[in-house]
């Protein structure tokens, strides 16, 4: 089955775009932003250009990243919108055409999002070959991390934007291991696990950095809106039953978030990293179970 292409132009443009993805992808059109909104919604398409028509044309990509997180948003502009082209990189478009369109620009674009594509949809014996998950948990490991953190970083740098990091650990674990043993540990790392992964939006990155600590990496994420995420994660696993268990102070489970941004805290992966371990360190001596940024 042909993969799906939506092309939101005019129809002039729309004519380059069909002659030059078919027949390998089956090519769709329309010129109401409405109609293409209602289209993403019902169907599975895997890319779709967008022409940008001045500031409002960038709820159209923020509304298509949020309900299909791996759809390929290409933008299209005049050389008069480079502002709006930006803003809309930063809102996670995967690149931009200006007009006129040229053909091999397209084409190149297309090459680099199918390949793009296949690293993400590889079977998962691959996956587990490329050794990205962590074994007891089901999220990624403490390698793929760090792989990922410096994409991040990187992007951020082509198209100046923000990336938050968050350093979560799970507040008196050692003292709960010791009561219940390392299976009930083991257990309780995969739940917070979990709910880390249901509380985050589909376009972070969650994964083990080690032992009971957690990375989450939140791209184009200011420090306020990172902040409001750790505190929706905290909340949610202060809210996780373990009927009364003594392993934790009050029976509580809970856990310490430490909070950076870059490029406000930090100008490398490795800075940005020392940054939120330190604010996650103050959260820990002021109490534990709550939010702390780097300042």
């Given at each position: 089955m042909k993969s799906k292409i939506l092309v939101l132009e005019e129809e002039a443009n729309f004519k380059i775009f069909k002659g030059v993805l078919e027949p390998q992808f089956e090519v769709d059109y329309t010129q109401s932003e409405v109609f293409a909104l209602d289209r993403l919604t019902r169907e599975r398409f895997w890319a779709f250009f967008a022409v940008l028509k001045g500031t409002d044309s960038l709820e159209i990509v923020r509304w298509a990243r949020e309900i299909t997180p791996r759809l390929f948003v290409i933008v299209t502009a005049d050389h008069s919108a480079m502002e709006v082209t930006i803003e809309a990189m930063k809102s996670g478009?995967?690149?931009?055409?200006?007009?006129?369109?040229?053909?091999k620009r397209l084409k190149l674009i297309i090459e680099r999002a199918e390949r793009d594509h296949a690293f993400d949809q590889q079977p998962e014996e691959k996956l587990q070959q490329l050794a990205i998950l962590d074994g007891l948990t089901g999220i990624y490991n403490h390698r793929y991390f760090h792989e990922m953190l410096?994409?991040?970083?990187?992007?951020?740098?082509?198209?100046?934007?923000?990336?938050?990091?968050?350093?979560?650990?799970?507040?008196?674990?050692?003292?709960?291991?010791?009561?219940?043993?390392?299976?009930?540990?083991?257990?309780?790392?995969?739940?917070?696990?979990?709910?880390?992964?249901?509380?985050?939006?589909?376009?972070?990155?969650?994964?083990?950095?080690?032992?009971?600590?957690?990375?989450?990496?939140?791209?184009?994420?200011?420090?306020?809106?990172?902040?409001?995420?750790?505190?929706?994660?905290?909340?949610?696993?202060?809210?996780?039953?373990?009927?009364?268990?003594?392993?934790?102070?009050?029976?509580?489970?809970?856990?310490?978030i430490g909070l950076a941004t870059y490029p406000e805290e930090a100008k490398t992966?490795?800075?940005?990293?020392?940054?939120?371990?330190?604010a996650l360190y103050k959260a820990k001596a002021h109490g534990k179970n709550r939010v702390f940024a780097f300042w």
């Open positions: 478009a995967y690149d931009y055409l200006l007009r006129p369109i040229d053909k410096s994409r991040e970083i990187e992007r951020a740098k082509r198209y100046p934007q923000e990336v938050s990091l968050l350093m979560a650990d799970v507040d008196n674990f050692k003292m709960y291991n010791d009561t219940y043993g390392h299976q009930a540990g083991d257990t309780l790392l995969k739940m917070v696990a979990q709910n880390i992964v249901h509380q985050v939006r589909q376009v972070d990155l969650v994964a083990r950095y080690g032992g009971e600590e957690f990375g989450i990496i939140l791209p184009n994420a200011s420090k306020q809106k990172a902040h409001t995420l750790a505190n929706r994660v905290r909340s949610s696993i202060a809210q996780l039953s373990l009927n009364g268990e003594a392993g934790f102070p009050k029976g509580e489970l809970t856990i310490s992966k490795d800075e940005l990293i020392a940054r939120a371990d330190k």
